[in-house]
């Protein structure tokens, strides 16, 4: 949840506590109501109600992931895998690179279906193997195709991975994500990571990078994610690597996914409960 989505809740909140404790009883038998309220039809105490349910429609919608009709575009995340020598390194069972295949699989299966999913790799050079698609079995093959080489050129995989995301944005502005895997250091990018960071930023494509066994540049990684308003995670263990992919999957399924849509709505319930506040202050009960 927002915080502005918090916000408004808070806000319509108080408008039914204010409301609620603002109905004043029927006037005593035999006494004479103010003149401002003769002749007034009872269901008028009522009238701010409707803008008030409105809101907490449009609230239930935002909060519920409510997708409208007329989406014309889909959000797009590149996953950005090592793929150098010491991925082969089994201190991550069976070795590392399968592990991080097999995350990326369950990644893919906490996506919903209409995303956008492209695979880069990097390791002397970087490639995009699978440029961003719906097609889910195209990014499994590559995924199943992959091979390890010498060379570690983590600035020149982010680079790849975003020009993938402006190429797919040309159908439009769409909300993006990178998540990049690395078990090792930086072998002298023709882009440095810092600097890729920063055009990530500038995108407003947040990267989470993933450190994968002990000899990876943590600061590095670190330094990426928190330049481009991302984050970091370890993994140790197949089994964390997974769980990793998988909490991501989920998160950014939301993030990028539902925020975008539930903004109108969240504004739609800003109006509605001022309009209920304007009409419980001018509304005679």
């Known amino acids: 949840m927002s915080a502005l989505q918090i916000v408004v809740l808070v806000v319509v909140g108080i408008v039914v506590v204010a409301y609620l404790f603002g109905l004043s009883p029927e006037p005593a038998h035999g006494r004479r109501p103010h003149a401002i309220l003769r002749r007034r039809s009872k269901w008028r105490r009522w009238l701010p109600i409707v803008p008030l349910l409105a809101a907490i429609a449009c609230l239930v919608l935002a909060f519920t992931g409510f997708r409208f ?20 390194a089994t201190d991550v069972a069976p070795n590392r690179l399968a592990a991080a295949e097999a995350a990326a699989l369950a990644f893919l299966d906490q996506l919903p279906a209409d995303f956008h999913v492209g695979l880069a790799t990097f390791a002397g050079d970087a ?5 961003p698609t719906e097609d889910r079995e195209a990014v499994i093959d590559a995924l199943g195709s992959l091979t390890t080489s010498g060379g570690t050129v ?3 995989g982010l680079t790849v991975a975003l020009d993938a995301i ?14 990049l895997l690395s078990d090792g250091r930086d072998t002298g990018s023709v882009v440095a990571p810092a600097d ?17 066994g002990g000899g990876a540049n943590v600061e590095a990684l670190q330094a990426i994610a928190a330049i481009s308003h991302g984050d970091t995670f370890p993994a140790e263990t197949a089994s964390e690597l997974t769980r990793v992919y998988e909490n ?11 925020s975008r849509f539930s903004t109108p709505l969240v504004i739609a319930a800003i109006v509605l409960a001022l309009v209920a506040g304007f009409m419980l202050v001018l509304t005679p009960r």
């Not at 490639?127 to 440029?131: F, K, Q, R, V």
């Not at 402006?166 to 998540?179: I, K, Q």
């Open 69 to 88: 009709s007329f989406q014309e575009t889909s959000p797009a995340i590149v996953l950005v895998m090592d793929v150098s020598n010491s991925m082969n």
């Open 166 to 179: 402006e190429g797919d944005r040309e159908a439009g502005d769409v909300p993006a994500a990178v998540l």
């Open 154 to 156: 983590i600035g020149d």
């Open 196 to 212: 890729a960071a920063e055009r990530a930023r500038s995108m407003a494509v947040p990267v989470f990078t993933v450190v994968v």
């Open 248 to 258: 991501l999957g989920s998160e950014l399924s939301v993030q990028l996914d539902v």
């Open 127 to 131: 490639n995009l193997i699978a440029p």
